[in-house]
């Protein structure tokens, strides 16, 4: 048994999917006042965040170890955050639109025998998405909360041309890795 610390519904199913037993709380973070120049340096600097304020609420042992996580996407060379409005997602999604996509996703995992630190990049090559389409989206709301407004298990999954990496990457935990250690 694990305690995600993270909000995210999509890292859960992901550990639930995983077979992986997990409670889920945590604790904010601001992740607005990180400066990052790279995508890398900008999910490391607000996971490694997120870890130090859970460590603090929370602790870690071996019966309840720690996993913390976060996403980032880039496209274009910008950092694409989590849109604040609807014209916001646009803008990120239509940056996306027939470009190759990175999807990061940094996690910690701590308990008092083992601590992991991974860095995984997805990368996606997405057609040119339909404005029609793009509109539908923007209107159901889904992409809020979503990293670069990104759902490859959704909306972004029929205008995949090709990928490289793991789609729980993506999704926002390399559970394919977690996995490893910690069965």
């Keep these: 048994m694990l305690r995600l610390a993270s909000a995210s519904q999509t890292r859960a199913q992901l550990l639930r999917d995983a077979g992986i037993a997990f409670i889920q ?10 400066i990052a120049t790279s995508p890398k340096n ?8 997120k870890f130090e304020a859970n460590v603090r609420a929370f602790g870690y042992d071996d019966e309840y170890p720690l ?4 996403t980032v996407v880039a496209s274009c060379g910008q950092i ?11 803008n990120i999604l239509l940056t996306q639109s027939g470009s190759v996509t ?17 860095i995984s990049t997805t990368e996606y ?21 979503k990293a670069g407004a990104c759902m490859v298990e959704g909306f972004c999954k029929h205008y995949i041309k090709s990928v490289k990496g793991f ?17």
């Design 125 to 145: 090559f997405f057609d040119d998405f339909d404005l029609n389409d793009v509109e539908r989206y923007l209107q159901s709301g889904e992409w809020r909360g």
């Design 67 to 70: 996993l913390v996580a976060d």
């Design 42 to 49: 900008f999910v490391y600097r607000a996971t490694l965040g």
């Design 25 to 34: 709380e945590s604790v904010d973070f601001d992740e607005e006042s990180i």
């Design 102 to 118: 990175s999807i990061i996703t940094c996690m910690i995992y701590q308990s008092r025998r083992m601590k992991i630190i991974d």
């Design 167 to 183: 789609e729980s990457t993506a999704m926002g935990l390399n559970t394919d890795l977690l996995k490893v250690f910690i069965k």
């Design 80 to 90: 694409l955050r989590k849109a604040k409005c609807v014209d916001d997602a646009r």
